[in-house]
């Protein structure tokens, strides 16, 4: 079966002191559905599998927010069955995390993406493009993405945060909020042409 591998590696935990931010990162990503749960194999660096491509768009903003990670992405099969261990898997998906994950300590925004199907750059350079958008986003811009995400409209947003509704749609606009919707899905439609690549 053909899946998407992430292997995540936290930036400078070489260096001495260096905080341990794997188990808030896990926390944040729990209520993300995987095919196979994140586990940290060694060290600072943790790896999970999905096959649902909705998921991918969510797991990177959430990494690319903290600012702290190289992203490895690596898209092709898997090994069936399937163990119940993350880290026990094998197959070329794998192969192509790892060398994602080593590849993105030296790329834009950390994070790159590998695979053996046509559409790899695509996805990789959508993923850049979101992640220069997301850069941008301030503290006040992540506070009104928050609560869009959750449903609300910006007049919700703007009577919970106190402020105007012409100052929501001002945050929203530098925020890139729409811009971000639109690159999710964009994220979630090229996976999953990836993933049912010769299916």
């Given at each position: 079966m053909?899946a998407?591998?992430?292997?995540?590696?936290?930036?400078?935990?070489?260096?001495e002191?260096?905080?341990?931010r794997v188990?808030?990162?896990?926390?944040?990503?729990?209520d993300?559905?995987?095919l196979?749960?994140?586990e940290?194999?060694?060290?600072?660096?943790?790896q999970?599998?999905?096959?649902?491509p909705?998921?991918?768009?969510?797991?990177?903003?959430r990494l690319?927010?903290?600012?702290?990670?190289?992203?490895?992405?690596g898209?092709?099969?898997v090994e069936e069955?399937?163990p119940?261990s993350?880290?026990?898997?094998?197959?070329p998906?794998?192969?192509h995390?790892?060398?994602?994950?080593?590849?993105?300590?030296?790329?834009?925004?950390r994070?790159?993406?590998a695979?053996?199907?046509?559409?790899?750059?695509g996805?990789?350079?959508?993923?850049?493009?979101?992640?220069a958008v997301?850069h941008?986003r301030?503290?006040r811009?992540?506070e009104?993405?928050d609560?869009?995400?959750?449903?609300?409209?910006?007049?919700?947003?703007?009577?919970?945060?106190g402020v105007?509704?012409?100052?929501i749609?001002?945050?929203?606009?530098?925020?890139?909020?729409?811009e971000s919707?639109r690159?999710?899905?964009?994220?979630?439609?090229?996976?999953?042409?990836?993933?049912?690549?010769?299916?």
């Amino acid at each position: 079966m053909r899946a998407a591998v992430l292997t995540i590696d936290q930036r400078g935990s070489t260096r001495e002191a260096a905080t341990d931010r794997v188990p808030g990162t896990l926390r944040t990503l729990a209520d993300v559905a995987l095919l196979r749960p994140f586990e940290r194999t060694a060290g600072d660096e943790f790896q999970g599998v999905l096959d649902d491509p909705a998921a991918l768009g969510t797991l990177v903003e959430r990494l690319l927010r903290e600012r702290t990670w190289n992203i490895g992405i690596g898209i092709g099969e898997v090994e069936e069955p399937l163990p119940k261990s993350t880290r026990a898997g094998r197959g070329p998906a794998y192969v192509h995390a790892r060398n994602a994950v080593t590849s993105a300590k030296s790329a834009p925004w950390r994070l790159r993406v590998a695979g053996d199907a046509p559409g790899v750059r695509g996805l990789e350079t959508t993923l850049w493009l979101w992640a220069a958008v997301l850069h941008r986003r301030t503290p006040r811009g992540w506070e009104v993405a928050d609560l869009v995400d959750a449903g609300a409209t910006y007049e919700e947003a703007a009577a919970r945060l106190g402020v105007t509704q012409s100052a929501i749609s001002q945050r929203a606009q530098a925020a890139g909020i729409v811009e971000s919707r639109r690159a999710r899905e964009l994220v979630a439609e090229l996976t999953g042409a990836l993933l049912g690549a010769a299916r």
